[in-house]
């Protein structure tokens, strides 16, 4: 018998109770013990399983296409202005061009970037290593990032944080590259995606070499370097190959803050990179750590980079090259083109050219200039005057045009005859000199516009305190010790220093003056001189001043002539002549206001008579004068009137030079050409001076064989029978003093303006043509005669003395179809003297000419709007 039943129990047909309780394990009637799920459990186990991944792999999915369509359209979004990288296959970057004078000497660099161009093949293993090491030891084996650098850096500033430590880059090279030559802007997050989208493709599209000789010739380094080469002259004074181990590694250091590691401010902070730019190569194994110990042992000693001094008075003729440069290739070519530029200038006959020009304006600034007071006064107190001088002096801003040789001195002391003058040394040394009275004789006072006698005691010219400008003496004097004893501002008369201690008292000439020289074989200049002082004022007074040649001008109304057929013993009629005008009546005359009646060509050119000038331009016309004038480029185009005969037209100091180049040379054309030749960066020849082909030139085992391709734009002849003329000039005539002890074959030709207001003087050898003009910057007289043959001519002879000293004497080459005959001149005996075949020595023949007479039709028009004014239409005096 069986008790009652319990909740899940039944009875069997047995008469047994069975139990249906639920198996806590399974939830199922049937539990199969604790721990053993059922099939149908398991079952669905399984399908859970399969849904959570399914759905897990549908949100990676989703993610991941969702992500690929973010990352495309990003990579659209920065890569679409991205600049095209296949132009750095043929890319250089920015290279300094230099111009170099005919000696090889260094004469500028022109430059927005200072940089020298070096190919990776041509630097040193070390300086490619050293940069590698430090900047991106991955570099041959990454594809233009880094991404286990990224990752380092990332765990490096996160650790890092908040500490006010400099995050740690991770740009690769090609990264740096992208972003030196292609991008610009702040670093923004923006700016580093585009910047590794640019180095992937920069990867692609250069070789590894390739993006390394752009890295290094581009990089800034500092000190206004850009590039290893260029870095290397500007800290060590070397070149790349020369550099040692620790000087390689310093440079490689410089990228990360070129300026907080200038060795030259922050030695200790330079040392202690290029320490680690050496601990990086030792990592690498590119030295051994016996080198490491080596180079970290030497001393960082960095050499300031010197350029070579300047030549003297060159900067004219440099800023002329630029010029030329600029007008050719562009502004960005010649100053990033890597250009290498060859001239013709000379720099031993450039300075005599200087020297001669500025001896020569001073002393007509001497002569007639006056003393025009001192540069400044100090007032300072008597007791204190020794000691306060020094600092108000240094307060003294230097006059312009003051030159580099003189020194601002105080007067310190002043008696009848002698005054002490005391100045600082480039040492801040205190030096003192005397001024004798006997020196300054030329310190006259200016009253009504002309120079006063002249001084009669060192008072009239300076007092205590005056600030003036100084020549020191060649062996200067330390100053006297103790106080000076001064009677109401002057020490009691002293005796005359020795010339020894004996300063020169200068002062800036106002009067300005320009000259060329050049070589009439080739048309080179070889020397230039502007004006005063580039310092003070860079207009060039020999290329870019206009003025009027006035008699130097004559040469080519006389070539006209003699290509007429006229002889150099023809005579015309000196003798006032009346020109009628629209203005009125002109009656010009000669400088000495003297006729003399028939004249002979040759008289008349020696001694630059006007009226006989004017009556050749009346019997050849102006027309053909005005052709020649063009044809030898002494102008672009001149009126058809009869005061341009007398050099009433304008023109500058170069274009004389050239037209009287080409005289020298029998009448073939001559261009003056500042610069020989340019090659680019590759050493192609891009630009040639022209008119001289060398056909054999390229080929060193053939002779060299030079042709003259310039056109004749002159009869020979008629130039052999000017030239020789014109030696008379200078033997005889108005040129006499150019000739001064130099004796040798000369032609020259004095120019004078209206009322003395332009001197010149243009003369030549065989083999050097020089011409000299003095004047002022706004024209105005030089004084009562002032003529190019007093003013001009002795400058001349000054710098021919040197730059023909040493020369052989040459002679002009006389042509076939020309004799040498003496005649009589009837002015001064004897004369010699080149005639044509068939012409008769001392013959004059009837050229119809009357005593006065109205101008050729051609010559009817006056002269207006020329530079500085025609008053009377006269435009060449002497």
Not at 196 to 213: G, M, P
Not at 390 to 401: F, H, S, T, Y
Not at 676 to 687: C, I, P, R, T
Request: proline fraction near 8%.
């Amino acid at each position: 018998m069986t008790g009652p039943l319990r909740a899940g129990e039944k009875l069997a047909p047995s008469g047994r109770v069975k139990s249906e309780r639920v198996n806590s394990e399974t939830g199922g009637p049937h539990g199969g013990g604790p721990g053993k799920p059922s099939k149908r459990r398991a079952g669905v186990l399984v399908r859970a399983a399969r849904g959570i991944v399914g759905a897990v792999l549908g949100v990676v999915l989703l993610v991941g296409v969702l992500g690929s369509a973010g990352a495309y359209i990003a990579y659209k979004h920065f890569s679409a202005d991205l600049p095209d990288v296949d132009g750095l296959r043929n890319y250089r970057p920015p290279v300094m061009s230099r111009i170099y004078a005919g000696d090889s000497r260094l004469l500028a660099e022109l430059a927005s970037e200072r940089r020298i161009f070096v190919p990776v093949a041509a630097m040193p293993a070390i300086v490619k290593q050293a940069f590698i090491s430090a900047e991106d030891r991955n570099f041959y084996t990454h594809g233009g990032i880094d991404p286990m650098a990224i990752l380092r850096a990332a765990m490096f500033d996160l650790a890092h944080a908040g500490q006010g430590r400099r995050p740690l880059g991770a740009s690769t090279i090609t990264q740096q590259v992208a972003k030196n030559m292609l991008l610009d802007g702040q670093m923004t997050l923006s700016r580093k995606i585009k910047e590794a989208i640019l180095a992937i493709r920069i990867e692609q599209t250069l070789s590894k070499d390739r993006i390394l000789e752009l890295y290094l010739n581009e990089i800034y380094l500092g000190q206004g370097a850009y590039g290893v080469a260029a870095a290397a002259q500007t800290y060590f004074n070397k070149p790349l190959d020369k550099l040692t181990l620790a000087e390689a590694a310093f440079l490689a250091a410089l990228p990360k803050a070129p300026n907080n590691l200038n060795p030259f401010k922050y030695p200790e902070a330079a040392r202690i990179r290029r320490d680690y730019v050496l601990d990086r190569l030792a990592e690498d194994h590119v030295i051994t750590p016996v080198q490491q110990a080596e180079a970290k042992a030497a001393p960082l000693v960095p050499s300031e980079f010197r350029r070579p001094p300047p030549i003297p008075g060159a900067d004219w003729f440099t800023e002329d090259v630029r010029r030329q440069l600029v007008a050719r290739f562009g502004q960005d070519d010649t100053t990033q083109g890597g250009l290498m530029v060859r001239t013709s200038l000379d720099p031993a006959l450039q300075v005599a050219a200087e020297r001669s020009l500025r001896d020569g304006l001073m002393n007509y600034d001497h002569q007639l200039g006056g003393w025009r007071g001192a540069v400044a006064h100090l007032d300072l107190p008597a007791v204190g005057f020794e000691t306060q001088w020094p600092a108000a002096l240094n307060q003294q801003p230097r006059p312009p045009g003051m030159l580099a040789a003189w020194k601002l001195a105080v007067v310190a002391a002043v008696s009848e005859s002698t005054a002490k003058v005391e100045w600082l040394n480039h040492l801040g040394a205190r030096r003192a000199a005397m001024l004798a009275l006997p020196d300054v004789a030329w310190a006259r006072v200016v009253r009504d516009g002309k120079p006063g006698p002249a001084p009669r005691r060192m008072a009239d010219v300076v007092r205590v305190g005056d600030v003036v400008m100084i020549k020191p003496p060649a062996v200067q004097a330390e100053p006297q010790s103790g106080p000076v004893v001064r009677v109401r501002g002057r020490v009691p008369a002293a005796p005359m220093p020795a010339a020894a201690n004996r300063a020169t008292l200068c002062q800036v000439p106002l009067v300005q003056g320009a000259m060329v020289s050049l070589d009439p074989q080739s048309g080179r200049v070889l020397a230039m001189v502007g004006g005063w002082s580039y310092e003070q004022s860079q207009f060039n007074r020999a290329t870019q001043a206009y003025r009027q040649p006035g008699s130097s001008f004559k040469p080519i109304v006389y070539l006209t002539a003699l290509e007429k057929g006229v002889s150099p013993s023809q005579r015309f009629l000196d003798a006032p002549i009346v020109v009628d005008t629209p203005d009125g009546r002109w009656r010009p005359g000669n400088y000495e206001g003297t006729f003399g009646g028939p004249t002979s060509l040759r008289v008349a050119l020696e001694q630059s008579l006007n009226l006989v000038t004017l009556r050749v331009a009346q019997q050849v016309g102006m027309k053909a004068i005005a052709d020649n004038a063009i044809a030898f480029h002494e102008v672009d185009s001149m009126p058809l009137v009869l005061p341009a005969a007398l050099g009433a037209v304008e023109t500058t100091v170069l274009r004389e030079a050239g037209a009287y180049a080409s005289l020298a040379m029998g009448g073939r054309e001559v261009i003056p050409s500042l610069i020989d030749s340019v090659q680019d960066e590759d050493g192609h020849v891009v630009m040639r001076a022209p008119g001289l082909d060398c056909g054999g030139c390229s080929d060193p085992s053939k002779p060299p064989d030079v042709v003259d391709t310039r056109a004749q734009i002159a009869d020979p002849d008629s130039v052999f029978q000017l030239v020789t003329m014109m030696q008379g000039v200078v033997q005889r005539g108005t040129g006499k003093p150019a000739g001064k002890g130099l004796n040798r074959p000369i032609a020259g030709k004095t120019g004078t303006t209206q009322d003395f207001a332009d001197a010149w003087f243009a003369g030549f050898t065989p083999d050097l043509v020089t011409v000299v003009w003095v004047g002022f910057d706004t024209p105005a007289s030089l004084g009562d005669g002032e003529t190019g043959g007093a003013v001009a001519a002795p400058i001349w002879n000054s710098y021919m003395t040197t730059a023909l000293a040493g020369h052989p004497v040459l002679s002009f080459p006389m042509p076939p179809g020309v004799t040498m005959a003496p005649w009589d001149s009837g002015r001064g005996g004897t004369v010699i003297d080149a005639f044509k075949a068939d012409q008769v020595p001392g013959a004059s023949a009837p050229l119809g000419m009357g005593l006065a007479s109205a101008p050729t039709s051609d010559a009817a028009q006056q002269p207006s709007g020329l530079h500085g004014g025609v008053d009377s239409g006269l435009g060449g005096l002497y």
